[in-house]
């Protein structure tokens, strides 16, 4: 489903260069749950925005649904992320001045879709959350952990292959933290999801199928 | 999509409401005075009331003589005689007309001293010029010839002199001499300067007719073709005839120079005054199209700087939209409608507060006479306006911010 071939990414300022990607080759496979640990600044991040398609990698090859990545322009690369990838943030990014329903249907805004499709679906989302109560709120309305599950229906209403989650857990307490697991376990298997979560708890990594280990740029068996 | 753009649009300028209130303020005085000056100069030129057949008349109301050409000249208004000579044998026009420039006269009321603005004309005027009667008629070709008594008053000298009672067949002595009143009209703006007057009495009502004599001074003529189409062809003929033209002392005074003009044409020979060359439409219009330019630069450009603060504490949506598959070209298209919201708002005030002043200028007496109108051409002007705001103030923003990097933009690191 995911496929780096020796990615490499570096960042230049005026003085100086750091590598943040040294050589990283990397296949996850298609329904695969997955988490990327490591220490601060190993990369982690910047490998998630590679796979994610928001960072473009200074050599290597991606492969997204078995589809070779050959423009980073915003016309091939927006779709891509529009129909593929659904991303989970640590701080949510919600948009406060809209609804719980109008923050889910936001990626749908960017697809042919009528308006009364966009609505089922996002209350179809938003019930896999178990927020249906909550759909005419407001973000600021809502606790941390039904931010997130909010995040989550905005990442899984556009049923994408792929869940990109950066930390989905960080910023809730351990019961909030793992209501939010649930729900990754539950979409990982019944709806063979495949995600790829970044996160420094080992515990929650444990609950994955494999742990990606990054250090200093580069994958550590 | 457009339900949500709009949702976000208002929730953004309820939460910054200091930036919306800099924003509309900007936005709506700027429309305002543009529409005062658009009304303004709309009304110049396509008059309303006794000037609204301006389509189809040319007005003589300037001439010079000189000793040669660029040499020592004299110019003033045209005289009977010059206007007798080239227009009344025109073949072209339908009706042609000679008529006074406006002078002051005096009359008294209880003791009190009015001071009015008279004209001489001739029958034609009346059926060149539509003026609104509010009782009576204009003075007939008969009247006009044989220089009887009589006057068309306006409503406010009525009003002045008989009150709220008929002005109809009562005497009225302004400067030395005793008119009957035939007629009252509606008050015409100063603006309108061809028709304007408090008082018109007939060409020939003064018992000198030495003025029949003078090539210089003191008239004006006006001409009118049966359509605006036929116009071009009545100034080629005027042309013509003014090349014929001789003065009655040829020897010193060998160049006659004149132009028969239309509304614009009259404005620009406002400003630029050399008759010998035609006159600067083109420069006047670009004039006033860059004047109104620069007048709304301003005001767009802070717009800009407001709008680039408010779009940047929006990185993170920015981000967020990103990430979910947005293109630059929606996020540009959902900045700008926001932005053309605002203005619209903003418009819909400055047009509230161009309405006002329209009001209160013409109840202040400022321009004397003079009611605004707002007209189609005054309307499209105001929503050019609004479109340019909302397009220029919110496009440069809108591009810069689409093009954030979205891993910036989530961070919030611009």
Same mark, same amino acid.
């Given at each position: 489903?995911?496929?780096?071939?020796?990615?490499?990414?570096?960042?230049?300022?005026?003085?100086?260069?750091?590598?943040?990607?040294?050589?990283?080759?990397?296949?996850?496979?298609?329904?695969?749950?997955?988490?990327?640990?490591?220490?601060?600044?190993?990369?982690?991040? =910047?490998?998630?925005?590679?796979?994610?398609?928001?960072? $473009?990698?200074?050599?290597?090859?991606?492969?997204?649904?078995?589809? @070779?990545?050959?423009?980073?322009?915003?016309?091939?690369?927006?779709?891509?992320?529009?129909? $593929?990838?659904?991303?989970?943030?640590?701080?949510?990014?919600?948009?406060?001045?809209?609804?719980?329903?109008?923050?889910?249907?936001?990626?749908?805004?960017?697809? @042919?879709?009528?308006?009364?499709?966009?609505?089922?679906?996002?209350?179809?989302?938003?019930?896999?959350?178990?927020?249906?109560?909550?759909? $005419?709120?407001?973000?600021?309305?809502?606790?941390?952990?039904?931010?997130?599950?909010?995040?989550?229906?905005?990442?899984?209403?556009?049923?994408? @292959?792929?869940?990109?989650?950066?930390?989905?857990?960080?910023?809730?307490?351990?019961?909030?933290?793992?209501?939010?697991?649930?729900?990754?376990?539950? &979409?990982?298997?019944?709806?063979?999801? =495949?995600?790829?979560?970044?996160?420094?708890?080992?515990? $929650?990594?444990?609950?994955?199928?494999?742990?990606?280990? &990054?250090?200093?740029?580069?994958?550590?068996? | 999509?457009?339900?949500?753009?709009?949702?976000?649009?208002?929730?953004?300028?309820?939460?910054?409401?200091?930036?919306?209130?800099?924003?509309?303020?900007? *936005?709506?005085?700027?429309?305002?005075?543009?529409?005062?000056?658009?009304?303004?100069?709309? %009304?110049?030129?396509?008059?309303?009331?006794?000037?609204? %057949?301006?389509?189809?008349?040319?007005?003589?109301?300037?001439?010079?003589?000189?000793?040669?050409?660029?040499?020592?000249?004299?110019?003033? +208004?045209?005289?009977? +005689?010059?206007?007798?000579?080239?227009?009344?044998?025109?073949?072209?026009?339908?009706?042609?007309?000679?008529?006074?420039?406006?002078?002051?006269?005096?009359?008294?009321?209880?003791?009190?001293? *009015?001071?009015?603005?008279?004209?001489?004309?001739? /029958?034609?005027?009346?059926?060149?010029? +539509?003026?609104?009667?509010?009782?009576?008629?204009?003075?007939?070709?008969?009247? !006009?010839? +044989?220089?009887?008594?009589?006057?068309?008053?306006?409503?406010?000298?009525?009003?002045?002199?008989?009150?709220?009672? /008929? !002005?109809?067949?009562?005497?009225?002595?302004?400067?030395?001499?005793?008119?009957?009143?035939?007629?009252?009209?509606?008050?015409?703006?100063?603006?309108?300067?061809?028709?304007?007057? #408090?008082?018109?009495?007939?060409?020939?009502? %003064?018992?000198?007719?030495?003025?029949?004599?003078?090539?210089?001074?003191?008239?004006?003529?006006?001409?009118?073709?049966?359509?605006?189409?036929?116009?071009?062809?009545?100034?080629?003929?005027?042309?013509?005839?003014?090349?014929?033209?001789?003065?009655?002392?040829?020897?010193?005074?060998?160049?006659?120079?004149?132009?028969?003009?239309?509304?614009?044409?009259?404005?620009?020979?406002?400003?630029?005054? #050399?008759?010998?060359?035609?006159?600067?439409?083109?420069?006047?219009?670009?004039?006033?199209?860059?004047?109104?330019?620069?007048?709304?630069?301003?005001?767009?450009?802070?717009?800009?700087?407001?709008?680039?603060?408010?779009?940047?504490?929006?990185?993170?949506?920015?981000?967020?939209?990103?990430?979910?598959?947005?293109?630059?070209?929606?996020?540009?298209?959902?900045?700008?409608?926001?932005?053309?919201?605002?203005?619209?708002?903003?418009?819909?005030?400055?047009?509230?507060?161009?309405?006002?002043?329209?009001?209160?200028? /013409?109840?202040?007496?400022?321009?004397?006479?003079?009611?605004?109108?707002?007209?189609?051409?005054?309307?499209?002007?105001?929503?050019?306006?609004?479109?340019?705001?909302?397009?220029?103030?919110?496009?440069?923003?809108?591009?810069?911010?689409?093009?954030?990097?979205?891993?910036?933009?989530?961070?919030?690191? *611009?």
């Amino acid at each position: 489903m995911i496929r780096i071939e020796r990615g490499k990414k570096s960042y230049r300022t005026d003085t100086i260069q750091t590598t943040a990607l040294n050589d990283v080759s990397l296949h996850i496979k298609k329904g695969e749950f997955v988490s990327i640990m490591g220490p601060s600044g190993c990369g982690k991040s =910047t490998l998630m925005n590679i796979i994610g398609l928001l960072d $473009k990698p200074c050599e290597g090859q991606i492969y997204i649904d078995d589809q @070779k990545i050959e423009s980073y322009n915003d016309k091939s690369i927006a779709p891509i992320r529009n129909e $593929k990838i659904g991303f989970i943030f640590q701080s949510f990014h919600l948009i406060n001045d809209l609804s719980v329903l109008d923050n889910v249907e936001l990626p749908l805004l960017y697809r @042919k879709i009528s308006a009364k499709e966009r609505r089922r679906l996002a209350l179809e989302a938003i019930d896999k959350v178990s927020l249906n109560a909550r759909a $005419k709120h407001f973000p600021n309305q809502l606790s941390g952990g039904q931010q997130q599950r909010v995040a989550i229906a905005r990442a899984i209403v556009g049923k994408p @292959k792929i869940l990109l989650a950066d930390e989905p857990t960080g910023n809730l307490d351990s019961a909030m933290g793992n209501e939010i697991m649930a729900i990754l376990d539950d &979409l990982h298997k019944n709806d063979k999801t =495949t995600i790829v979560m970044v996160t420094h708890d080992d515990e $929650k990594a444990q609950r994955t199928e494999r742990i990606i280990r &990054l250090f200093d740029g580069q994958l550590v068996n | 999509m457009l339900r949500v753009y709009i949702l976000l649009a208002l929730k953004v300028l309820q939460r910054r409401k200091f930036y919306t209130f800099i924003s509309l303020f900007c *936005i709506s005085v700027t429309l305002m005075v543009i529409l005062l000056v658009t009304s303004l100069v709309e %009304n110049i030129i396509h008059p309303p009331g006794a000037e609204r %057949n301006s389509e189809r008349f040319l007005a003589i109301e300037k001439m010079a003589i000189s000793t040669s050409i660029g040499g020592r000249n004299q110019r003033t +208004q045209p005289g009977y +005689q010059f206007l007798n000579a080239v227009i009344k044998p025109m073949e072209t026009p339908e009706l042609t007309s000679i008529f006074s420039t406006r002078s002051q006269v005096a009359g008294f009321r209880n003791g009190k001293r *009015i001071k009015s603005q008279l004209k001489r004309t001739d /029958s034609q005027y009346w059926k060149i010029l +539509q003026f609104d009667f509010i009782e009576g008629r204009p003075f007939s070709e008969a009247e !006009a010839k +044989q220089g009887q008594h009589v006057a068309v008053i306006s409503e406010d000298t009525a009003r002045q002199y008989f009150d709220d009672s /008929s !002005a109809l067949d009562k005497l009225l002595t302004v400067g030395g001499e005793s008119y009957q009143v035939i007629g009252v009209v509606e008050n015409v703006s100063v603006l309108h300067w061809n028709a304007s007057a #408090d008082i018109w009495v007939p060409l020939f009502a %003064n018992d000198s007719t030495a003025f029949t004599n003078q090539v210089m001074g003191g008239f004006m003529g006006l001409i009118m073709a049966e359509t605006p189409e036929q116009v071009s062809a009545m100034k080629s003929e005027f042309n013509k005839r003014l090349a014929a033209y001789k003065h009655p002392d040829p020897k010193r005074w060998p160049v006659v120079v004149s132009s028969a003009n239309t509304k614009f044409e009259q404005i620009a020979r406002l400003y630029h005054r #050399d008759l010998d060359s035609p006159p600067k439409t083109k420069e006047l219009t670009i004039g006033i199209i860059v004047t109104m330019i620069l007048f709304m630069l301003l005001p767009t450009i802070n717009l800009i700087n407001l709008n680039i603060s408010r779009i940047l504490e929006r990185a993170s949506e920015i981000g967020v939209r990103k990430s979910f598959g947005a293109r630059s070209s929606h996020l540009i298209t959902q900045f700008l409608l926001e932005n053309i919201i605002l203005t619209c708002i903003g418009g819909v005030i400055g047009f509230a507060l161009a309405l006002l002043s329209m009001y209160f200028i /013409s109840v202040s007496g400022v321009v004397p006479f003079h009611s605004f109108e707002i007209n189609f051409r005054v309307l499209a002007a105001a929503i050019s306006v609004i479109l340019f705001f909302g397009i220029l103030s919110g496009g440069y923003p809108a591009w810069k911010m689409s093009r954030m990097n979205p891993i910036n933009a989530l961070k919030g690191a *611009i």
